[in-house]
């Protein structure tokens, strides 16, 4: 069961970094995830990854205070509203996938938000 956990951990450590870059694959609850599944399988691998330089702190932050630093959530939205508006306005040609991105990136926003900010 332990490797399950590991690889499923590893699976989610990879989405996770992942959804740094693409703005509508979320970031943090693959994280939490990923330290979740590591603390059930591999203290050297859970301990990594709070040790880890960028990482970790930002697992830290949102388990200890469920906040989510500024930067973090000023670049996470500009990324999701950049990526939003060129799929409406370039990419998308129907008017429901149009309106499905409009509601994603709402939704997104509204999830973003409602944490605490960490300055």
Same mark, same amino acid.
């Given at each position: 069961?332990?490797?399950?956990?590991?690889?499923?951990?590893?699976? /989610?450590?990879?989405?996770?970094?992942?959804?740094?870059?693409?703005?509508?694959?979320?970031?943090?609850?693959?994280?939490?995830?990923?330290?979740?599944?590591?603390?059930?399988?591999?203290?050297?691998?859970?301990?990594?990854?709070?040790?880890? @330089?960028?990482? +970790?702190?930002?697992? @830290?932050?949102?388990?200890?205070?469920?906040?989510?630093?500024? @930067?973090?959530?000023?670049?996470?939205? /500009?990324?999701?509203?950049?990526?939003?508006?060129?799929?409406?306005?370039?990419?998308?040609?129907?008017?429901?996938?149009?309106?499905?991105?409009?509601?994603?990136?709402? +939704?997104?926003?509204?999830?973003?938000? /409602?944490?605490?900010? @960490?300055?």
């Amino acid at each position: 069961m332990k490797l399950i956990y590991l690889l499923i951990g590893s699976l /989610s450590l990879v989405l996770g970094i992942i959804g740094i870059f693409v703005p509508v694959l979320p970031t943090t609850p693959f994280l939490l995830l990923a330290a979740a599944l590591f603390f059930r399988s591999s203290s050297s691998a859970y301990d990594w990854l709070l040790s880890h @330089r960028y990482l +970790g702190a930002y697992i @830290r932050s949102f388990r200890e205070d469920r906040a989510i630093p500024l @930067r973090a959530k000023v670049i996470a939205l /500009s990324l999701l509203w950049l990526t939003a508006f060129h799929c409406i306005a370039f990419v998308f040609d129907s008017w429901w996938l149009r309106g499905l991105m409009l509601a994603v990136a709402i +939704g997104v926003t509204v999830y973003l938000v /409602s944490f605490k900010t @960490r300055r």
